[in-house]
């Protein structure tokens, strides 16, 4: 079964970056996709980033232009830079993966990790 741990998260105020690690335990993301997810309190949880295997990127229309998805394929670890942070970003950020073109993910939720922007 695939682990994935999030970590990076923080207090950080409007304006100010974090940069979000995703590390798996098990060499997956050179054959898989990869998603960035958060969940703010009373509110479902949504994609907000994904890379494709082969490198490819899509966001959410909401975190356009400041946020970054990358990955170290070696390191078996994604990457969510977020710039330009406010505080509708609040939420616990979720990371996991599926198989090209399918539509569930695959990896159990894990703990997640704290991002909190103040005003």
């Known amino acids: 079964q695939v682990q994935l741990v999030e970590s990076g998260g923080g207090l950080v105020q409007a304006g100010g970056s974090l940069r979000l690690s995703c590390a798996a335990s098990g060499s997956i993301f050179s054959m898989n996709d990869m998603g960035w997810f958060r969940q703010a309190p009373g509110k479902q949880r949504e994609l907000v980033a994904g890379i494709q295997s082969g490198g490819n990127t899509r966001y959410a229309d909401s975190v356009k232009g400041r946020f970054t998805i990358s990955k170290d394929n070696a390191k078996n670890t994604v990457y969510l830079q977020m710039n330009s942070l406010k505080p509708e970003d609040t939420a616990v950020y979720y990371c996991?993966?599926?198989?090209?073109?399918?539509?569930?993910?695959?990896?159990?939720w894990g703990q997640g990790t704290q991002v909190t922007v103040s005003s």
């Open positions: 996991n993966y599926r198989i090209p073109y399918a539509s569930s993910w695959l990896a159990p």
